[in-house]
Structure formats: C-alpha cells, structure tokens
C-alpha cells in the first residue's frame, strides 16, 4: 500500500510564500517522476510542476519564476516552493507521483490535496 501525504496548505496574502510537502509512504523501491498538480473551483486539475528521479523539472508557463520543485529521493518527498503567490493561484494543490516500484505495487498515486488560498 502506498499513500501520498501532503502538507503546507493554507491561506496567504497576494506575494506572500508557501511551501508545500508530500511525503510517499509504503514499501517503495523507487519513483519515476513526482510532481504537484491544482485544481480551481469549475475549472481541470492542471500541471503546476514535476521532477523526475535525475532531476529534470517540468513548470507551468504561468508558474515559471515563482515556483521551485525539488525532491528528496531518498525520503521519496517532493516540495513545491511557491513565491510572489497570487490571486488566481488559488486552487487544491494535488501531489502525484508516476511510476512508483515497491512490494506488491506498481502504478501512478495522487494525494488528497492541501487547499491553497491567496486572499488579502
């Protein structure tokens, strides 16, 4: 069984900054690719963020500058580091990881999501 626990949701002012957390638990050998997906009222979950096991990182046009994704593979958790945050970043932040090898799995897992709000 493998689960994705996320953490560092919250509620923050236009620029302010979150750093956001997930931790993959479970017997794992190893994982391809983790990366942070959002989903705004009414609208698709869409890609924030990935990186892969050797480090090659993946942004979203409207987060390049703003948001650093990095990893620990060691801890098998990934963090997304959100800066200069605004309004319309304002979603359900979801963790993924795709591919995890482990005892009796194998597969893609999503998180339950943290709620990002950027409000004044």
């Known amino acids: 069984q493998v689960q994705l626990v996320e953490s560092g949701g919250g509620l923050v002012q236009p620029g302010g900054s979150l750093r956001l957390s997930c931790a993959a638990s479970?017997?794992?050998?190893?994982?391809?690719?983790m990366g942070w997906y959002r989903q705004a009222p009414g609208k698709q979950r869409e890609l924030v963020a990935t990186?892969?096991?050797?480090?090659?990182?993946n942004y979203a046009d409207s987060v390049k500058g703003r948001f650093t994704i990095s990893r620990d593979n060691a801890k098998n958790t990934v963090y997304l580091q959100m800066n200069s945050l605004k309004p319309e970043d304002t979603a359900v932040y979801y963790c993924?990881?795709?591919?995890?090898?482990?005892?009796?799995?194998?597969?893609?897992?999503w998180g339950q999501g943290t709620q990002v709000t950027v409000s004044s």
């Open positions: 993924k990881a795709d591919n995890i090898i482990g005892v009796g799995v194998r597969g893609d897992y």
């Open positions: 479970g017997s794992i050998f190893s994982i391809y690719a």
């Open positions: 990186i892969t096991s050797g480090g090659s990182r």
